[in-house]
């Protein structure tokens, strides 16, 4: 059974700003991108666990579409995937 995605406030912030970003350096790639980190969250529906465990919060995993990091909480008695923010690689963990 596929899971379903929900994704914070929090994560669609960053997920904009991301995007505003990408339009205004590489407009040539960024819908590519953006499509890239859009089908990352549809493989987390089919496999939820595909994610690493974060060593000081063991209730988030991180899964890399680089130089993004997507962070979200499994929810499994839920069948629920929480999108918690899509951080990009050289900033610090949120």
Known sequence: MDFKIRITQE??????EILDYSWANFPGTAEHFAN???NHLGLL?????????RPR???VRMIVHYPI???YRLHEDQ????????????????
């Open 79 to 94: 069948f629920l995937i929480e999108i918690l923010h899509f951080w990009h690689g050289s900033r610090r963990e949120p």
């Open 69 to 71: 990091r997507i962070y």
């Open 36 to 38: 890239g980190l859009l």
């Open 11 to 16: 994560a669609i912030a960053d997920f904009e």
């Open 57 to 59: 919060r063991s209730d």
């Open 45 to 53: 529906r089919r496999y939820p666990r595909l994610g690493s465990f």
